[in-house]
């Protein structure tokens, strides 16, 4: 059995330069606020004067090299050391450049799988890190849609690179070809069909550009057989007029504003919370220290460590399924300030009863909502901010700290604490002492890594469903980042190609999955990536032999008429033999302690473990169509909802 792999280090590689330009606008408007500037067109881009580019500096870098060996030399460049990827012969030149490369080419069973392991693999990583996939043409691409569409929702930058027929073939209905250009133009920010070799420098690191600058997400380059095997020649006399862009650096300050008017109302606040999504996880101290002022914090899934949740402050998650008292202080707040959050809709409840103490105290000029996002198009799309910025959300935070005063607002923290303390997350033990719950096991994983001082180093992926809210309730979260999971696209069988990604982007760290029986069987196929490079990622399936939530919805909304939610599961245990993988099963609530332990202190290489959990609800719970703080506390309450297809959640 082969070594678990080793992450190494790269720098990147900046395509070209441009100086900080200030930027204003109106104090009730979206303002830009970033560095990366936003080109209206080539010839505006061609004449600007803060561009400074060598138009034949790629040529006698790559004489001499193929398409697939270009690629692989821009890869180490930009400090790429991990691939995911499957071939075919479409892709062959690309995916033969790695032969002997220090990057390390890792086949998944599916190109699905080498998608959501790119993303795990950027998730996890943060920052410039890009997650990186390759597939053949036809089947390779449409195999790749899911994780592209999960990766543009959820804003994770990752390239994808796929093959396709020869140039001379595109529109012949060759074999293995199909429109991927049409297919993937709503699922990426951007892609590309190249169409030359001595262009293919630059439009390499566009894509780059592409993936990190503004909003993050997904780009795709097509790659014609025939000129991926061609041969650069540097006196082809080519000169990049299409593919310019901006040196890749992070968002510098500029001036806005209406930072002032913005400050004065957290100052005049009495009842403040913040809202902060994924697009403030770059911001963890300047979140911290708004909390630090007295402003409550909660959090949407993608955000969960953002702030330490044992500070009496913190509201954990909102939402659908968040606590109780984050989605009462919405409701109560005066002001809301939304940073890096786009107003989901699982968040918000019924739109026209959100924040009714906000939108009053915006009629006195004493409240109101916040809106800090980086893409334009989110501000005021669901809801209308009374202020907002449209930028970097930690460089927006930086020039706004110093202009909000500590308040003691001691009246709204006791309202907080006392919310907290009259619904706290819990859980219904069984009836039968010897059965447990997702949230026991997921409860006790969390309670004895922090026993061991492992905590800290912990990433935690997961499928979606009942297991995915039960994990974000009962880990206490505390480290951003290490919490990974599908939101916007709701993508089951992402926990385990998310946890290869991770474990590879991050080798020194604990990840562990916890997956539903029914999502876990989306990619359980890619157990063979997890063997073959012996990585020691750590899989603990909730199985209850359904799919649990829907199985809920269907109690709820279509009088308990059971129809494809329960699931002829195959023996985990034997599967994970078949794979040579350890493994272990845990069926009895006495053992449930020191299987956890056993499970968690495995260091030989990956392990499955078998928990045989109890069916459960997940509450607190917001029902469609209900305001955000109209919430079911307890099970035994959902009956009192009306049975009407019509308001089934997704």
């Known amino acids: 059995m082969k070594r678990y792999l080793s992450r190494g280090r790269g720098v990147l590689r900046n395509a070209c330069k441009h100086k900080q330009t200030p930027v204003s606008g109106s104090p009730s408007t979206s303002q830009p606020v970033t560095s990366s500037v936003r080109w209206k067109s080539i010839s505006a881009l061609r004449e600007a004067k803060d561009i400074h580019f060598d138009p034949e500096r790629n040529l006698r870098e790559y004489e001499g090299l193929n398409g697939g060996q270009i690629i692989e030399k821009k890869l180490r460049e930009y400090g790429v050391?991990?691939?995911?990827?499957?071939?075919?012969?479409?892709?062959?030149?690309?995916?033969?450049?790695?032969?002997?490369?220090?990057?390390?080419?890792?086949?998944?069973?599916?190109?699905?799988?080498?998608?959501?392991?790119?993303?795990?693999?950027?998730?996890?990583?943060?920052g410039m890190t890009?997650?990186?996939?390759?597939?053949?043409?036809?089947?390779?691409?449409?195999?790749?849609?899911?994780?592209?569409?999960?990766?543009?929702?959820?804003?994770?930058?990752?390239?994808?690179?796929?093959?396709?027929?020869?140039?001379?073939?595109?529109?012949?209905?060759?074999?293995?070809?199909?429109?991927?250009?049409?297919?993937?133009?709503?699922?990426t920010k951007w892609n590309y069909q190249v169409k030359s070799l001595e262009e293919f420098p630059d439009v390499i690191d566009k894509a780059f550009y592409k993936a990190h600058s503004g909003k993050k997400g997904p780009v795709l380059l097509d790659l014609p057989k025939d000129i991926m095997v061609q041969v650069m020649n540097a006196d082809s006399g080519y000169k990049n007029e299409h593919h310019l862009v901006p040196k890749i650096d992070p968002p510098k300050p500029s001036f806005i504003?209406?930072?002032?008017?913005?400050?004065?109302?957290?100052?005049?606040?009495?009842?403040?919370?913040?809202?902060?999504?994924?697009?403030?996880?770059d911001a963890v101290e300047e979140v911290r220290t708004l909390l630090g002022t007295g402003i409550p914090v909660t959090t949407t899934l993608h955000a969960l460590g953002l702030v330490d949740e044992d500070d009496p402050l913190s509201l954990k998650m909102l939402g659908m399924h968040g606590s109780a008292y984050a989605n009462y202080a919405v409701?109560?707040?005066?002001?809301?300030?939304?940073?890096?959050?786009?107003?989901d809709d699982r968040t918000t409840g019924r739109l026209d009863q959100y924040a009714p103490e906000a939108r009053k105290a915006e009629k006195t000029g004493t409240g109101g909502i916040i809106h800090i996002e980086i893409e334009k198009k989110q501000i005021g799309k669901i809801v209308k901010p009374t202020q907002s910025v449209w930028g970097d959300v930690k460089h927006t935070l930086q020039q706004l700290i110093p202009l909000v005063e500590n308040k003691e607002r001691a009246a709204w923290k006791k309202k907080v604490a006392k919310w907290k303390e009259m619904h706290p997350l819990k859980w219904l033990p069984c009836e039968d002492p010897k059965h447990f719950k997702v949230q026991e096991v997921v409860h006790e994983m969390d309670a004895y890594l922090h026993e061991v001082n492992r905590a800290k180093d912990t990433?935690?992926?997961?499928?979606?469903?009942?297991?995915?809210?039960?994990?974000?309730?009962?880990?206490?979260?505390?480290?951003?980042?290490?919490?990974?999971?599908?939101?916007?696209?709701?993508?089951?069988?992402?926990?385990?190609?998310?946890?290869?990604?991770?474990?590879?982007?991050?080798?020194?760290?604990t990840v562990i999955v916890i997956d539903g029986d029914a999502s876990f069987q989306m990619t359980s196929n890619d157990?063979?990536?997890?063997?073959?490079?012996?990585?020691?990622?750590?899989?603990?399936?909730?199985?209850?032999?359904?799919?649990?939530?829907?199985?809920?919805?269907?109690?709820?909304?279509?009088?308990?008429?059971?129809?494809?939610?329960?699931?002829?599961?195959?023996?985990?245990?034997?599967?994970?033999?078949?794979?040579?993988?350890?493994?272990i099963r845990v069926d009895d609530r006495a053992k449930l302690k020191?299987?956890?332990?056993?499970?968690?202190?495995?260091?030989?290489?990956?392990?499955?473990?078998?928990?045989?959990?109890?069916?459960?609800?997940?509450?607190?719970?917001?029902?469609?169509?209900?305001?955000l703080d109209d919430m079911i506390l307890e099970p035994e309450e959902i009956m009192r909802l009306e049975a009407n297809p019509s308001q089934v959640p997704g």
């Open 257 to 281: 504003r209406n930072i002032q008017e913005i400050a004065d109302l957290i100052n005049i606040s009495k009842k403040p919370v913040i809202v902060a999504g994924q697009g403030a996880n």
């Open 527 to 583: 157990l063979r990536t997890l063997a073959e490079h012996n990585i020691p990622v750590k899989i603990a399936i909730m199985n209850d032999f359904k799919q649990q939530m829907v199985h809920i919805w269907q109690t709820i909304y279509f009088n308990q008429r059971y129809l494809i939610t329960e699931s002829h599961n195959p023996d985990f245990c034997k599967l994970a033999e078949a794979y040579d993988i350890a493994t």
């Open 331 to 343: 409701q109560e707040a005066d002001l809301i300030i939304a940073v890096g959050y786009r107003f």
């Open 81 to 126: 050391d991990h691939v995911f990827g499957f071939t075919g012969g479409a892709i062959l030149p690309v995916t033969d450049a790695f032969y002997g490369s220090p990057i390390k080419f890792i086949n998944n069973a599916s190109e699905q799988c080498s998608g959501h392991c790119a993303e795990g693999y950027s998730k996890a990583g943060g």
């Open 459 to 509: 990433i935690w992926t997961t499928g979606v469903g009942n297991h995915q809210m039960m994990c974000a309730q009962f880990v206490t979260w505390k480290w951003p980042r290490t919490m990974l999971s599908s939101g916007s696209l709701g993508t089951m069988g992402v926990g385990v190609p998310y946890a290869v990604g991770a474990q590879l982007r991050k080798p020194d760290s």
């Open 130 to 187: 890009t997650g990186i996939a390759v597939a053949t043409s036809g089947p390779g691409v449409t195999n790749l849609v899911t994780a592209l569409q999960d990766a543009l929702t959820d804003s994770v930058p990752m390239i994808a690179f796929v093959g396709q027929v020869p140039t001379a073939a595109v529109g012949t209905d060759a074999f293995q070809e199909c429109p991927s250009i049409s297919i993937t133009h709503p699922c």
């Open 594 to 627: 020191d299987g956890i332990k056993h499970f968690i202190d495995y260091n030989k290489g990956p392990i499955i473990a078998d928990f045989r959990v109890q069916s459960d609800m997940c509450t607190p719970m917001v029902a469609p169509g209900a305001a």
